[in-house]
């Protein structure tokens, strides 16, 4: 596992490396962005079923254990189609399953005053330009931040 975690490590500093210096100082924002996104992907499939233990002790810890089945999926951007995180998931087995990632939307009230997210379980990693469809009886019990 070690030698797999430092041969991704390798090979997405040569991958930032290289891109850098080709894609120039106006794409460099973009570019960024798009490592980022891949490397938060690659991390989520790789380290999801420890992250999901790790919440579920820390929740069992604090007398909050959830009590049904748990997995933990990448936040994905509405609209855009980015990965911006991780959520655990919460529900019955069955409406799990059908979870593949927790699109995450955006909007305001009142101006610029209020900023909302809304987090809701979805059937697809690329919400972009397809009609949403919101897994029922399933929710979001944890969130999830990863330092890239």
């Known amino acids: 596992m070690r030698k797999a975690n430092r041969a991704v490590a390798v090979a997405l500093a040569g991958t930032i490396a290289c891109g850098g210096v080709v ?3 106006a794409h ?7 490592l980022k996104g891949g490397l ?10 420890p ?9 069992g810890s604090a007398g909050v254990s959830v009590t049904e089945a748990t997995k933990v999926v990448p936040i994905v951007s ?4 980015g990965y911006v995180g991780a959520a655990q998931v919460s529900g019955p087995k069955d409406r799990l399953d059908e979870v593949q990632a927790v699109g995450m ?3 305001s009230v009142s101006g ?9 379980p979805i059937d697809t990693t690329s919400p972009k330009g397809v009609k949403l469809k919101r897994i029922k009886g399933v929710g979001v019990s944890a969130i999830v931040d990863i330092k890239v």
């Not at 992250?51 to 929740?59: E, M």
């Not at 610029?112 to 809701?120: N, P, S």
């Open 105 to 107: 939307l955006e909007g």
């Open 78 to 81: 509405v609209g855009q189609g």
């Open 28 to 34: 460099a924002d973009l570019l960024g962005s798009v």
């Open 40 to 49: 938060v992907a690659v991390l989520i499939k790789q380290f999801a079923g």
């Open 23 to 25: 894609a120039g100082a």
């Open 112 to 120: 610029d005053r209020f900023r909302l997210k809304a987090l809701v």
């Open 51 to 59: 992250i999901n233990d790790g919440i579920n002790k820390l929740t």
